[in-house]
C-alpha cells in the first residue's frame, strides 16, 4: 500500500455515521461519499489510460484488474473505502471482485435495470455490496448510475437477452420498473457511492462530449458462502481475519503485469465466467421455489 494511504489511514475516518447507516438499510444506497483525493483519482485515471494506450482493451472487460495491476489494488484497498464498508459489513471484509465501466462518448453503452448478485453464485441474503468510485465526474449526462429506493429487501426475476452491452449476460428484471423513482447517484471525481447487491440500479448512455471511468469493487463479509454445487472461487482479503475458509485468498502482485499474477487472474476470470453461467440455473430454481 503507497505511504499516501497509509497516511490517510492514519489521519482520517471515514466509517459512516448512524444516520448513514440508517438510511444505507433503509434505501439500499448512499452517494455521494468521500473516497479519493481528487489528486489520486487523477493519478489512477492517467494510469488506467496509459495502459490502455499501451496494451489496448483491459482483459474480461477490466474484471478484478487489481488482480494484476498493484495501483488498482491501492484503490480496493483504500481506508476510505474500507471504513465505509466496514461499518455496513463488519470489520472482517473481502473483496469478491472489481470492474472497471467505462463509457466513451456515443459509444452507445448503458446498463439495464438488474441486481448484482443473481448471477454471482453467493448466498442472496447476505449482506454484499458495491463501491462506485468515480474516476472521472459521474453525471446525469455521461451516463451515471441511477438505482430505485428500497428495491434491496428481496430477490425478483431476471430475463436474459437485453440489449444491455455492458453485462455479460444482457439481464434486466423481469418486473414492472417506475423510471419516476430513480435517483441518479451524481459523483464528482474521487466520489463513490454503495449499493446493496439486491438493489435494481442501472444506467443510460454517454450523451456527452467527455468520458465517463468508474471502477466498481465488490465487498463483502468473510462469512459469506458460495452457493452449493459451484466452482470454488478466489477472493482478496483486503481488511481483518478470514476465518471461515469458503474461498481461496488471493495473493497482492508484485508488479504492474506480474506473470504468475497475470496467470491468476486468467484463473480467476475463467471461474468467474463458469459461475456466472451456472448461477443461472440457480437463480432459476430460487425463483421457482418462491413461487
Known amino acids: 500500500m503507497s505511504a499516501q494511504i497509509q497516511s490517510q489511514q492514519k489521519t482520517t475516518d471515514h466509517h459512516l455515521s448512524s444516520a448513514e447507516l440508517a438510511r444505507y438499510q433503509s434505501e439500499g444506497f448512499l452517494a455521494p461519499l468521500p473516497a479519493l483525493s481528487p489528486e489520486l483519482a487523477a493519478e489512477t485515471l492517467s494510469k488506467i489510460e496509459a495502459y490502455e494506450k499501451q496494451h489496448g482493451d483491459f482483459p474480461s472487460k477490466g ?92 430477490v425478483v426475476q431476471h430475463r436474459e437477452g437485453a440489449a444491455s452491452n455492458m453485462l455479460l449476460r444482457g439481464q434486466e428484471v423481469a418486473v414492472e420498473v417506475d423510471e419516476k423513482q430513480a435517483v441518479y447517484m451524481e459523483l464528482a471525481a474521487g466520489e463513490m457511492s454503495l449499493h446493496h447487491g439486491l438493489m435494481f440500479h442501472g444506467s443510460e448512455d454517454n450523451r456527452s462530449q467527455t468520458r465517463r471511468v468508474g471502477f466498481a469493487v465488490r465487498y463483502m463479509p468473510t462469512r459469506v458462502k458460495a452457493l452449493d454445487g459451484l466452482p470454488r472461487d478466489s477472493v482478496m482479503l483486503v481488511r481483518g481475519v478470514d476465518r471461515y475458509n469458503h474461498f481461496d485468498l488471493e495473493p497482492s502482485a508484485g508488479y504492474d503485469l506480474e506473470p504468475a499474477a497475470v496467470e491468476r487472474h486468467r484463473k480467476a476470470t475463467a471461474t468467474y465466467a463458469q459461475i456466472n453461467r451456472e448461477s443461472v440455473e440457480k437463480h432459476l430454481a430460487l425463483m421457482a421455489a418462491q413461487q
Open 63 to 154: 474484471l478484478k484488474a487489481h488482480l494484476y495491476l498493484p495501483w488498482m489494488e491501492n484503490v480496493v484497498r483504500h481506508p476510505a473505502i474500507l471504513d465505509a464498508v466496514e461499518s455496513i459489513v463488519g470489520p472482517d471484509i473481502l473483496c469478491w471482485s472489481s470492474r472497471f465501466f467505462i463509457k466513451d462518448p456515443g459509444d452507445g453503452g448503458f446498463v439495464s435495470w438488474h441486481q448484482d448478485v443473481t448471477y454471482w453464485g453467493l448466498d442472496v441474503s447476505e449482506n454484499i455490496l458495491t463501491a462506485w468510485i468515480a474516476l472521472t465526474p459521474a453525471t446525469r449526462e455521461n451516463g451515471v448510475m441511477k438505482v430505485i429506493p428500497g428495491t434491496h429487501h428481496k
